[in-house]
């Protein structure tokens, strides 16, 4: 079955610093791949995604990286901010109409 | 910028009573999506919608839940039979196409909780 999950389940940084997630996948056939950012109280929050055939995708201070050789995707947020603290969720679709979300690693950046 | 509204924020409900979540998703979404978080763990998917009907569900959405769409824009939730172990915050997302072409846009969630 499919499974998501991540390796650290906390990351502290400095800010201004640059920060990488990281998150696992079982499923050699997800093709598509989403991360999110939830705020303590709040929903998850759309941050990036990435299809299959590509292997980097960039925004605005976040980028995605996705091996396929080793299922294993990160979010890499640059020059951290304060503003940046919270629990990140990567999210996979396989070929369905559902997400299938990681465990979440929570961020602290330290001032 | 469209934003998927829940409410109520917080529910409190007596075991074995029924409950309504309610949720407006982005108005020209075509796709919408149940979802539940127990405090501390991961989202999980609940159930997805799409032209009037179920279109998949997890082991979690069992008799005990049904949604509905009533009219052109509420997306409802209801648990018929509360549980203790129902308590969890629920969110609902909407998207304009399919969960494996466009990402899924997120309520604040109601937090539901059993006595």
């Known amino acids: 079955g499919e499974s998501v999950g991540l390796h650290l389940p906390t990351l502290s940084v400095q800010e201004g610093d640059n920060s990488i997630i990281n998150c696992a996948y079982s499923n050699s056939a997800s093709d598509y791949f989403i991360w999110y950012k939830q705020e303590s109280g709040k929903g998850p929050q759309f941050i990036i995604d990435?299809?299959?055939?590509?292997d980097k995708r960039q925004g605005q201070r976040v980028t995605v990286l996705l091996n396929k050789t080793v299922k294993h995707l990160s979010l890499q947020i640059a020059a951290t901010q304060p503003g940046d603290s919270a629990v990140y969720f990567c999210?996979?679709?396989?070929?369905?109409?559902?997400?299938?979300f990681g465990t979440g690693t929570s961020l602290t950046v330290i001032p | 910028e469209p934003e998927v509204t829940q409410t109520p924020s917080h529910q409190v409900t007596q075991m074995g009573q029924e409950v309504i979540l309610r949720c407006v998703p982005i108005s020209n979404h075509l796709y919408f999506y149940w979802y539940r978080q127990i405090l501390g763990q991961k989202v999980e998917f609940l159930v997805s919608f799409y032209n009037n009907e179920i279109s998949e569900k997890s082991e979690i959405f069992d008799d005990q839940f049904s949604v509905e769409r009533p009219d052109g824009s509420n997306f409802t939730l209801k648990i018929r039979s509360t549980k203790l172990e129902d308590s969890a915050m629920y969110f609902c997302a909407s998207s304009d196409e399919a969960a494996s072409t466009r990402p899924q846009h997120f309520g604040d969630g109601t937090r539901l909780s059993i006595l």
């Open positions: 999210a996979e679709a396989l070929l369905s109409n559902q997400f299938y």
């Open positions: 990435i299809r299959s055939n590509m």
